[in-house]
């Protein structure tokens, strides 16, 4: 009886602390949110989706979608699966480093190059 009593308070918890979670989050994962806001997001009025745009203009549009979408799905897998194999080979710290020093040159390197041009 009292196992029974501890079984139906741990499902009003539950109940209580699914209520308390933001809408989005009752019905999709957390992972799943962030990683489709980074790429909704990231790829929102980009090169490739005004391109897309404008082949979607000349040709079938649901053929357009359809290559966007395996497109779209086989980058992100070679994305996911290079970098979980690269992420047991080298440490976060390298990686931020890295990109923080190649952030820098490639900076550096358009100021300069602009400053030819002008």
């Given amino acids: 009886m009292i196992t029974q009593c501890k079984f139906v308070h741990q499902l009003q918890n539950d109940d209580l602390k699914k209520q308390q979670r933001p809408f989005l989050t ?7 949110l962030k990683a489709f806001s980074i790429t909704f997001f ?3 009025g980009d090169k490739s989706q005004i391109a897309t745009i404008g082949l979607a203009s000349d040709v079938n549009p649901l053929g357009v979608v359809l290559g966007g979408i395996v497109g779209q ?3 992100t897998t ?12 080298i440490s976060e710290k390298m990686v931020a480093l890295s990109s923080g020093i190649l952030f820098l040159i ?13």
Wanted: proline share 3%.
């Fill in 78 to 89: 070679a994305a996911v699966l290079g970098g979980k194999s690269l992420a047991s080979q």
């Fill in 26 to 32: 009752q019905f999709f994962s957390p992972i799943f």
């Fill in 106 to 118: 490639f900076g550096l390197q358009s100021f300069l190059s602009e400053a030819e041009n002008s």
């Fill in 42 to 44: 990231g790829e929102w």
């Fill in 73 to 75: 799905a086989l980058c």
